[in-house]
Nanobody
């Protein structure tokens, strides 16, 4: 699976952005997907994950209630709707694929493929 993330940009605190990740390859619809982010000088951190069917999601505590992950298997697309953005959400956001589909995972080492990243900058 090849992944292409898009939708990043500059937004004021309190605003919204929607990230998209287009996937190619026949295994997308049977794979779990996730978003991670990496701020300057920090380690890559888990943001949200969704299972292969879209029936189960998992969020980091820092984004719970503000971010929403979804997927459209017919379009090979996974999205991250980000609302009530905070300055501390500033980071490069990456989509990732996990070829196993039995459990949603937070550990970036568990993921099998990555998109190129899209930069989200939240200004105060």
């Amino acid at each position: 699976v090849q992944l292409q993330a898009s939708g990043g940009g500059l937004v004021q605190a309190g605003g919204s952005l929607r990230l998209s990740c287009a996937a190619s390859g026949r295994t997308f619809s049977t794979s779990n997907m996730a978003w991670f982010r990496q701020a300057p000088g920090k380690e890559r951190e888990f943001v949200a994950a969704i299972n292969w069917s879209g029936s189960s999601t998992l969020y980091a505590d820092s984004v719970k209630g503000r971010f929403s992950i979804s997927r459209d298997n017919a379009k090979n697309m996974v999205s991250l709707q980000m609302n009530s953005l905070k300055v501390e959400d500033t980071a490069v956001y990456y989509c990732a694929v996990d070829f196993q589909r039995f459990v949603l995972r937070r550990d970036f080492n568990a993921y099998d493929g990555w998109g190129q990243g899209t930069l989200v900058t939240v200004s105060s």
